[in-house]
């Protein structure tokens, strides 16, 4: 069984999705077999992070039930496995992150997801949340990104997991 945590943030611009592609990384340099799901589907740019230049299959064609979420998978050169969100608005349209968590049920064995989270608080950071044993919450030392923070902790702790 994966140990699978979501990287969220009140605030967007505080460094999740830069955390959690080095974080990946360094799972994956260390044995740990890694895969980053980029659940931003409104804004994810995971894929640029990685320099992933064909990805016909995304998040996007799984969430709108075009595709099965192995396919998604693109071993990236850095040993960690990703799965890119897409970046079209249709395909964002398209998407019902409710098709997440069972999506995710369906991947192969890995030791470690990590699961890049819309910001904020909203349905679209809260449901990936569903597959995640815990959230690592990114923060900036600014009034903003704390305040915010702050609300999201409590809403995720509400939820059963820990930070
Ligand atoms: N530790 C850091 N120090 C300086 N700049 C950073 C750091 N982490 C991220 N950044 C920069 O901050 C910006 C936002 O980072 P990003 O990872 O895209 O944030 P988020 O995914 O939370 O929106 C990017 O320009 C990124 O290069
Ligand atoms: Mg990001």
């Keep these: 069984m994966a140990e699978i945590y979501g990287i969220v943030s009140g605030k ?8 959690v592609a080095n974080l990946g990384i360094a799972l994956s340099r260390l044995g740990k077999s890694t895969l980053i799901v980029d659940a931003d589907i409104a804004m994810g740019n995971l894929e ?3 320099r992933l230049k064909e990805t016909p299959v995304t998040l996007q064609e799984v969430l709108s039930g075009k595709a099965e979420i192995r396919e998604a998978i693109h071993k990236s050169s850095y040993g960690v496995h990703v799965i890119p969100c897409g970046s079209s608005l249709q395909g964002f349209l398209r998407s019902d992150l409710e098709r997440l968590n069972h ?30 044993k815990d959230t690592l919450l990114v923060v900036t030392p600014d009034i903003a990104s704390l305040s915010t923070a702050l609300k999201l902790k409590i809403a995720v702790e509400n939820a059963g997991l820990k930070n």
């Design 12 to 19: 967007g611009g505080v460094g999740k999705t830069t955390i």
């Design 48 to 50: 640029l992070f990685f």
């Design 103 to 132: 999506s995710i049920s369906r991947l192969p064995t890995y030791d470690f997801i990590l699961i890049d989270n819309p910001t904020g608080l909203t349905k679209y950071s809260l449901l990936p949340l569903k597959a995640a």
